[in-house]
C-alpha cells in the first residue's frame, strides 16, 4: 500500500487525525510540521520568523521530495497542497483526503493559537480569505473530500479507515 497523506486547512484535523489514524490502521506517522521542527530544532513560529515564509514552504517541498517511506499515514500542513510540484509527489505517492472543514469549525479551534504564525499575524477575515483562496487547491490535490462538520474526530477516522479499506481492495 502507499502512502496516505491528509490535506486541508489549518485546524481541519489533519494532525489529529492522521495520530489516530496510524493506531487504527497500525501504519507509522509522520506530522510534517514536526518533522520539520525536529530537523530545524526551531519551533514553526521562529522559523516564519527567522527565515521568512519561503524558507518554511522550501523545507516542506523538500520534505516531499526526499520523504522514503511507503506504507504511512502523513499530515501534511494547511500550505502544502498549495504547491503544484506538492500536489504532484501526493497523488503519484499516495492517496490524497482532503479534510473539509467549514469555517466556522476552523476559526473556533485556530484564533487562539500561538503556534501558527499565520494566524497570528492575521485578521480574521484575512484568514477567512485564504480559506476561500485555499480550497480549490486542496479540491485539485485530493482523491477523496471528507466533510467533518458535526462529526467526532472518531467518526471521522473511522471513515477515513473505511475508504482505505475500500479503495484497497478495488
Ligand atoms: N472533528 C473534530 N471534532 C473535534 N475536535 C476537532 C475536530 N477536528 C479537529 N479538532 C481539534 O481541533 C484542533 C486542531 O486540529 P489539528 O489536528 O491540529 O488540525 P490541523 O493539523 O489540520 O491544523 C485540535 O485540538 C483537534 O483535536
Ligand atoms: O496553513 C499554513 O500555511 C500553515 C499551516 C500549519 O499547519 P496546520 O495546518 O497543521 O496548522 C503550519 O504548516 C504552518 O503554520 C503554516
Ligand atoms: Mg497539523
Not at 485555499?134 to 473505511?162: C, D, M, N, W
Request: charged share 30%.
Amino acid at each position: 500500500m502507499k502512502r496516505i497523506y491528509l490535506i486541508g486547512f489549518m485546524g481541519c484535523g489533519k494532525s489529529a487525525i492522521g495520530r489516530r489514524l496510524s493506531f487504527m490502521l497500525k501504519l507509522p506517522f509522520y506530522d510534517m510540521d514536526k518533522e520539520i521542527v525536529r530537523r530545524e530544532g526551531k519551533t514553526i513560529p521562529e522559523i516564519f520568523e527567522e527565515h521568512g515564509e519561503p524558507y518554511f514552504r522550501s523545507l516542506e517541498a523538500r520534505f516531499l521530495r526526499e520523504f522514503k517511506s511507503d506504507c504511512c499515514i502523513i499530515s501534511t500542513g494547511g500550505g502544502t497542497a498549495i504547491n503544484a510540484e506538492n500536489r504532484k509527489i501526493m497523488r503519484e505517492t499516495g492517496l490524497v483526503l482532503f479534510l473539509d472543514a467549514p469555517f466556522r469549525d476552523i476559526w473556533r479551534r485556530i484564533h487562539r493559537d500561538p503556534n501558527r504564525p499565520i494566524v497570528r499575524r492575521s485578521t480574521k477575515e484575512e484568514i477567512e480569505s485564504l480559506y476561500h483562496q485555499r480550497h480549490s487547491a486542496y479540491k485539485r490535490a485530493a482523491h477523496i473530500s471528507v466533510r467533518t462538520e458535526h462529526r467526532s474526530l472518531r467518526q471521522i477516522t473511522e471513515f477515513v479507515a473505511f475508504q482505505v479499506h475500500r479503495l484497497k481492495g478495488e
